[in-house]
């Protein structure tokens, strides 16, 4: 398979801090590839460095052939990028926006319509309103409107749906989805673990390290332990309660349920019937499959 | 707005609901911005040591509303007081007997832990022992003394969030409000963060609490759903999941986001 993005070992300091840890990874042609984590994970530098908009202390990468630091010229014309602030004129109308990202890159709306179209003629009613006037989902087409213009070979999209509600992420990885039907290469970071499973492969950053790279199926198949899912109508003082078992691995609220992993060899059913008469006695059990969100958690136990 | 109460299972175990304090009364709360309505006609009550969770889509009016209950905006019309006091007269009151912290703003980045936990004591009148007490308990409880003489810019998230939460309830107050309070903070952190939640509001303090992740807003007592500027749910989760006949809170609020004609 042809690759899109090579990243080799690397680093960037800042003071006190080693944002990036020796990163390496590859991201396919044609896929979506998501960093996941929290912040402070390193997300955004690697894709300023990416991006060509910031120098690595140490190590190379290259997007699309070209080298982030010696070639950035070519690679600023063919990335498509989406910082995460919204970086678009507040002060210009949302055709003006559009046009003057066309311009810059020396092309027209109308050469590339055909790119943006899915997304664009959702807030082309609205061309002449200023983008500072725009609701957060409208800025948001007209971010990824502008990013896609050119024509990009790969798309670096930083946080896009942070802070946005369930229903406009869910849109909006819709409109991801559709990009990736066209070629596009998509890298796309978010500190919203369960949007992993959206991707075709991920990697889990943590403190500017890898944990994991796998597509999501196989983070999850990797998962090494049994994991219950436990409910009662006293979650939180039940968990309290769990999280003095010397028998338990991980306890950790997981919405309406409880994810619990024993330690090896503790047995399941002896330590429900202890706490039952804890004054639990609704408590109910069964072994679960763990999502994204578990294997994060366990792979932060282990660093 | 006794009928809430009705499937309040999983709140205030052994607690009589006629014991229950009123901490918030909204009635036929409207916000007008010129001919935008942003809030429409809100009625809702929030009860004491309840952690009440405001969920919306983007551009419902949650916001809106906040501002208004921490005394930053006065309504158009309605009957609203916060901690007893009135949202027309009496904001300055609120703004003392309220509690606030964003993601966004809450801590100063260029003080170091204590000053700013000194700094916030001050403006909300504690004494300096008073302070002095709370600076070695956070100090003690969140494990601090490693970054003692670091300024909060160079904390890690989390520790930040922990800290930013001690300081928005050192004053005691009877209510404190949480805008997205963890939003990109990592999983672990996340329940850490929820765990102080839990513990406060054992306390009997109010958690009014905003959040886009909808596994927490399984963690409140009660939630309520806003939709262009209406509330158009309010119930406990395990009540809403039933009314709406799905598995989980997410599934409720995009049927009713879904709705949502604003645009």
Same mark, same amino acid.
């Given at each position: 398979?042809?690759?899109?993005?090579?990243?080799?070992?690397?680093?960037?300091?800042?003071?006190?801090?080693?944002?990036?840890?020796?990163?390496?990874?590859?991201?396919?042609?044609?896929?979506?590839?998501?960093?996941?984590?929290?912040?402070?994970?390193?997300? =955004?530098?690697?894709?300023?460095?990416?991006?060509?908009?910031?120098?690595?202390?140490?190590?190379?990468?290259?997007?699309?052939?070209?080298?982030?630091?010696?070639?950035?010229?070519?690679?600023?014309?063919?990335?498509? *990028?989406?910082p995460?602030k919204f970086s678009l004129?507040q002060?210009?109308?949302?055709?003006?926006?559009?046009?003057?990202?066309?311009?810059?890159?020396?092309?027209?709306?109308?050469?590339? *319509?055909?790119?943006?179209?899915?997304?664009?003629?959702?807030?082309? #009613?609205?061309?002449?309103?200023?983008a500072?006037?725009?609701?957060g989902?409208?800025k948001q087409?007209?971010a990824?409107?502008?990013?896609?213009?050119?024509?990009?070979?790969?798309?670096?999209?930083?946080?896009?749906?942070?802070?946005?509600?369930?229903?406009?992420?869910?849109?909006?990885? @819709?409109?991801?989805?559709?990009?990736?039907?066209?070629?596009? =290469?998509?890298?796309?970071?978010? #500190? *919203?673990?369960? @949007?992993?499973?959206?991707?075709?492969?991920?990697?889990?950053?943590?403190?500017?390290?890898?944990?994991?790279?796998?597509? #999501?199926? @196989?983070?999850?198949?990797?998962?090494?332990?049994?994991?219950?899912?436990?409910?009662?109508?006293?979650?939180?003082?039940?968990?309290?309660?769990?999280?003095?078992?010397?028998?338990?691995?991980?306890?950790?609220?997981?919405?309406?349920?409880?994810?619990?992993?024993?330690?090896?060899?503790?047995?399941?059913?002896?330590?429900?019937?202890?706490?039952?008469?804890?004054?639990?006695?609704?408590?109910?059990? @069964?072994?679960?499959?763990?999502?994204?969100?578990?294997?994060?958690?366990?792979?932060?136990?282990?660093? | 707005?006794?009928?809430?109460?009705?499937?309040?299972?999983?709140?205030?175990?052994?607690?009589? /609901?006629?014991?229950?304090?009123?901490?918030?009364?909204?009635?036929?709360?409207?916000?007008?911005?010129?001919?935008?309505?942003?809030?429409?006609?809100?009625?809702?009550?929030?009860?004491?040591?309840?952690?009440?969770?405001?969920?919306?889509?983007?551009?419902?009016?949650?916001? %809106?509303?906040?501002?208004?209950?921490?005394?930053?905006?006065? !309504?158009?019309?309605?009957?609203?007081?916060?901690?007893?006091?009135?949202?027309?007269?009496?904001?300055?009151?609120?703004?003392?007997?309220?509690?606030?912290?964003?993601?966004?703003?809450?801590?100063?980045?260029?003080? %170091?832990?204590?000053?700013?936990?000194?700094?916030?004591?001050?403006?909300?009148?504690?004494?300096?022992?008073?302070?002095?007490?709370?600076?070695?308990?956070?100090?003690?409880?969140?494990?601090?003394?490693?970054?003692?003489?670091?300024?909060?810019?160079?904390?890690?998230?989390?520790?930040?969030?922990?800290?930013?939460?001690?300081?928005?309830?050192?004053?005691? !107050?009877?209510?404190?409000?949480?805008?997205? !309070?963890?939003?990109?903070?990592?999983?672990?952190?996340?329940?850490?963060?929820?765990?102080?939640?839990? /513990?406060?509001?054992?306390?009997? %303090?109010?958690?009014?609490?905003?959040?886009?992740?909808?596994?927490?807003?399984?963690?409140?007592?009660?939630?309520?759903?806003?939709?262009?500027?209406?509330?158009?749910?309010?119930?406990?989760?395990?009540?809403?999941?039933?009314?709406?006949?799905?598995?989980?809170?997410?599934?409720?609020?995009?049927?009713?986001?879904? %709705?949502?004609?604003?645009?």
């Open positions: 398979m042809s690759k899109s993005v090579i990243i080799q070992n690397l680093s960037k300091i800042y003071p006190g801090v080693k944002a990036l840890d020796g990163i390496s990874c590859t991201v396919n042609k044609g896929e979506i590839f998501g960093f996941i984590g929290p912040d402070g994970a390193g997300k =955004t530098t690697l894709f300023r460095i990416l991006t060509s908009l910031l120098i690595p202390d140490e190590g190379t990468a290259t997007v699309d052939g070209d080298d982030v630091v010696k070639d950035y010229k070519s690679i600023r014309a063919k990335v498509g *990028y989406m995460g004129y002060d210009l109308s949302v055709e003006e926006n559009l046009k003057f990202f066309a311009g810059v890159f020396k092309t027209t709306i109308a050469e590339n *319509y055909h790119l943006i179209e899915g997304i664009y003629k959702q807030i082309e #009613p609205f061309k002449h309103r200023l500072g006037n725009l609701s989902g409208m087409k007209l990824l409107s502008c990013a896609l213009i050119h024509k990009p070979t790969v798309l670096f999209l930083d946080e896009p749906t942070t802070g946005v509600d369930a229903v406009s992420r869910k849109e909006f990885w @819709e409109m991801l989805h559709q990009l990736k039907s066209t070629g596009l =290469t998509i890298i796309v970071s978010t #500190p *919203y673990m369960d @949007e992993a499973a959206l991707c075709d492969r991920v990697a889990l950053l943590q403190n500017g390290k890898i944990l994991s790279i796998a597509s #999501p199926e @196989e983070i999850v198949a990797g998962f090494p332990h049994k994991l219950y899912g436990i409910k009662s109508e006293k979650l939180y003082p039940l968990n309290e309660l769990l999280k003095l078992e010397k028998q338990v691995h991980s306890t950790y609220l997981f919405g309406d349920s409880i994810h619990l992993v024993l330690q090896q060899n503790a047995s399941i059913d002896i330590l429900m019937e202890k706490i039952k008469t804890k004054n639990f006695d609704d408590l109910e059990w @069964e072994i679960i499959s763990p999502d994204i969100e578990d294997c994060f958690m366990e792979l932060m136990h282990k660093t | 707005m006794g009928n809430h109460f009705a499937g309040h299972r999983r709140l205030f175990y052994g607690t009589n /609901a006629q014991d229950m304090k009123t901490v918030v009364t909204v009635k036929n709360l409207v916000k007008k911005f010129g001919n935008f309505v942003a809030n429409d006609n809100l009625n809702f009550e929030v009860y004491g040591g309840e952690i009440f969770g405001f969920l919306g889509a983007n551009g419902a009016g949650k916001t %809106t509303t906040i501002k208004i209950l921490c005394g930053l905006s006065v !309504p158009t019309s309605g009957e609203i007081t916060v901690a007893g006091f009135d949202v027309y007269k009496q904001r300055e009151e609120i703004k003392k007997n309220i509690g606030y912290m964003s993601q966004k703003f809450s801590l100063y980045d260029d003080l %170091t832990i204590q000053e700013n936990i000194r700094f916030y004591g001050g403006i909300y009148g504690l004494s300096n022992e008073a302070i002095k007490a709370k600076t070695s308990q956070y100090m003690e409880t969140l494990d601090l003394y490693d970054y003692a003489k670091s300024r909060v810019l160079d904390l890690p998230l989390g520790i930040k969030q922990k800290l930013a939460f001690s300081v928005a309830v050192m004053h005691e !107050p009877q209510i404190v409000f949480l805008d997205e !309070p963890t939003s990109g903070v990592d999983p672990i952190t996340r329940r850490q963060f929820w765990d102080m939640i839990n /513990a406060e509001a054992e306390k009997g %303090t109010t958690v009014f609490v905003t959040t886009h992740y909808m596994d927490e807003a399984e963690y409140c007592h009660r939630i309520s759903i806003m939709v262009d500027g209406r509330i158009d749910a309010l119930d406990s989760p395990d009540e809403l999941k039933q009314q709406f006949e799905v598995d989980s809170i997410e599934e409720v609020f995009i049927q009713l986001a879904r %709705t949502a004609t604003r645009a």
